[in-house]
């Protein structure tokens, strides 16, 4: 059974930094490109970044990019992403997911629980 657990997220001031992970367990990580996604209150589901399995390849929405950056630890199934300069529009719940590499929701096969991600003006 393919399970996805993000930790990491947090309370931060405008400017400030995060850097939630997610941990695989059940599947051969490695062979899955990962992804990460985030719901706003009131909003739908929006893309944020993903990564191939080799950690080579990867894409971010414009929202964040520059800000952002994803990462993966093949030997430790795990994923990062790495959030700084975070403004309160990036205020959301952050789920990892599992699949192949898209900015589309359908092509991610498993997710996490997601974690809360929220920044204060």
């Known amino acids: 059974q393919v399970q996805l657990v993000e930790s990491g997220g947090g309370l931060v001031q405008a400017g400030g930094s995060l850097r939630p992970s997610c941990v695989a367990s059940?599947?051969?990580?490695?062979?899955?490109?990962m992804g990460w996604f985030r719901q706003a209150p009131g909003k739908e589901c929006e893309f944020v970044t993903a990564?191939?399995?080799?950690?080579?390849?990867?894409d971010y929405a414009d929202s964040v990019k520059g800000r952002f950056t994803i990462s993966r630890d093949n030997a430790k199934n795990t994923m990062y992403l790495q959030m700084t300069s975070l403004k309160p529009e990036d205020t959301a719940v952050y789920y990892c997911?599992?699949?192949?590499?898209?900015?589309?929701?359908?092509?991610?096969?498993?997710w996490g629980q997601g974690t809360q991600v929220t920044v204060s003006s």
């Open positions: 990564i191939d399995w080799s950690g080579r390849n990867n």
């Open positions: 997911a599992a699949g192949s590499i898209s900015q589309q929701q359908s092509r991610y096969s498993y």
């Open positions: 059940g599947c051969t990580f490695s062979t899955w490109a």
